[in-house]
């Protein structure tokens, strides 16, 4: 406990150091807003065209705006990190909390709460106003896997918000951080799922997805697949711990 | 309790040692001007004190105690390590309003050091669109947030107007009054001159001087009086007798090396010779400066 407490101050500190940036508050917005405004203006154009007219698998197809949310949660959990690393940032930041360790867990925690707020909200918000221009083909909450994909679509967001930040924490750039994610998630791992069955299952963004599936056609379920995104996301946080605990700022 | 103590510090970078075996303590209570030219190691000393670089081997600490192991570092060290550490796009007030929240101090006191800094009026503006000068009092506000007992400023003239550099300057020796130690790194021996009572003079990382001010000027200009006289001749003779020599200065006046002007008033008075002015002439600061670091930078060049 009483290493716990002189952790509140700084964990104040950073919720302070996010908020004041536009760059880091707007990635917040607009993991709200991309998932679920996508989500529900694609729905409203051709969700009643005809049945898995948005996808074969109606659950994946209530969390399409998912693909653009991530991408705001990897600007928010990059942007967080990369703040530091713009100007000497975070020689001002070290000499206010000089245990490292402090300092990144904190910054590390601050995004992961916000990321799961602003998530869980997200998936609540995402699944209903997707459903409600979906007219006779529309889910219902209770309906199989709706709960699951509603909690876990937001610890989806969550996760990549901080697979994001343990990265540049790594690599000290968001720029760098997303010009590899981004084309990543949105190229890569799409053509490389299609192509290969076997090591492709376990990429981060397909791993995590299928909380958000109905069907499984791989080795791992809706939760081992997140529990797979949660490792790469450990460790891209692991990762970021050690160089920020090693080198000089 | 607001000392630094500086022990056998280095810092290497391969090879290259930046900062090399360095001893000496900053006390409380005095400026202490920290001088050398660019890249002797006063930035890199004053960041291994912050913790922010890691010894190669040797310690800094602050009243004994490592800046890391510091319960309450923002109330015992106040830190100015260059106008830009601060995220550009951040304004002024937030900026210092997460500092306050780390050290646990209260709104008011950002206000405080925004208006005692002189920045108030554009405290809600984005840091992005400030003068250098403006950066500068934003990263003094800063150091001053804690009110702590060792403030450490790297270059806080720099980008500064006349006036501001006058208020710094005020600033510092108000500070070191109230019994604080001030440790102000410069390149400039002249603009140290101005407020510093102690001086630590680096070249290539290593120690060339921990002395007074006053023991600085002395030990390290000749002495040297300028006069005028009536009656050179007379003089000549008088200053011969006592095994001084009197030369002629470019403008009309008369130079003697190796005296003070009140010894060579008392002889002149004595012989009844008429000094129409009579002053001291201490060798520019600047140039037993550069003495002193060019001397360091030929050894190490013969080495």
């Known amino acids: 406990m009483r290493a716990a407490l002189p952790t509140v101050p700084s964990l104040h500190s950073e919720w302070i150091k996010i908020r004041s940036l536009r760059g880091t508050l707007g990635g917040l917005i607009a993991v709200l807003a991309a998932t679920a405004g996508i989500q529900a203006l694609t729905a409203a154009a051709i969700g009643q065209a005809e049945e898995g007219s948005m996808g074969s698998d109606p659950l994946f197809a209530a969390y399409y705006g998912i693909s653009f949310g991530q991408i705001a949660a990897m600007v928010f959990g990059a942007g967080a990190v990369s703040s530091e690393f713009h100007n000497g940032a975070l020689r001002t930041s070290l000499a206010a909390v000089p245990n490292r360790t402090r300092f990144y867990l904190s910054k590390i925690a601050t995004v992961g709460v916000l990321a799961l707020l602003t998530g869980q909200v997200t998936g609540l918000a995402t699944f209903v106003a997707g459903q409600a221009f979906m007219g006779q083909y529309a889910l219902e909450l209770g309906d199989p896997g709706t709960y699951r994909a509603v909690v876990g679509s937001g610890l989806y967001l969550t996760l990549m918000a901080l697979f994001a930040a343990g990265l540049t924490a790594v690599l000290r750039s968001g720029t760098v951080v997303l010009s590899l994610l981004i084309p990543f998630v949105l190229l890569v791992s799409f053509v490389v799922g299609e192509a290969a069955g076997g090591a492709a299952q376990f990429l981060p963004d397909r791993a995590g997805q299928l909380v958000v599936h109905s069907r499984m056609e791989g080795d791992l379920g809706p939760w081992t697949g997140l529990g797979v995104m949660a490792l790469w996301a450990g460790a891209a946080v692991l990762g970021g711990w050690l160089a920020v605990r090693r080198r000089d700022a | ?303």
């Open chain 2, 1 to 303: 309790m607001n000392s630094i103590e500086i022990r056998e510090l280095t810092k290497a970078y391969g090879s290259h040692r930046a900062v090399d075996g360095l001893t000496f303590d900053v006390l409380p209570g005095r400026v202490t001007g920290f001088l050398g030219p660019n890249g002797a190691g006063k930035s890199t000393t004053m960041r291994l004190l912050l913790g922010l670089d890691r010894a190669t081997s040797g310690t800094a600490t602050i009243g004994g105690r490592r800046y890391l192991d510091l319960p309450d570092p923002l109330h015992r060290v106040g830190a100015l390590l260059d106008a830009q550490s601060a995220h550009g796009g951040r304004t002024a007030r937030d900026h210092l309003l997460f500092l306050a929240a780390a050290g646990r101090m209260p709104v008011r006191r950002v206000d405080e050091v925004l208006e005692q800094t002189g920045i108030a009026s554009v405290a809600r503006r984005r840091i992005k669109s400030f003068s250098l000068g403006m950066r500068q009092r934003l990263g003094i506000a800063a150091a001053l947030l804690g009110d702590p007992g060792v403030l450490l400023l790297d270059e806080p003239t720099n980008g500064l107007d006349p006036e501001g550099i006058i208020w710094i300057r005020e600033l510092m020796r108000g500070l070191a009054a109230e019994g604080r130690s001030v440790l102000v790194s410069s390149h400039l021996m002249s603009e140290t001159s101005a407020f510093a009572d102690h001086l630590v003079v680096l070249g290539k990382g290593k120690l060339l001087a921990d002395t007074s001010m006053a023991e600085f000027i002395d030990a390290r200009s000749t002495r040297r009086v300028r006069l005028r006289t009536s009656d050179p001749i007379r003089l000549r003779v008088a200053l011969a007798r006592e095994g001084f020599e009197l030369a002629a200065a470019d403008d009309g006046r008369w130079t003697v090396e190796g005296i003070r002007a009140e010894q060579l008033g008392n002889l002149a008075a004595r012989e009844g010779i008429p000094v129409l002015e009579l002053s001291d002439e201490r060798a520019s600061l600047e140039q037993a400066y550069l003495d002193l670091t060019a001397d360091h930078a030929q050894f190490t060049a013969t080495h």
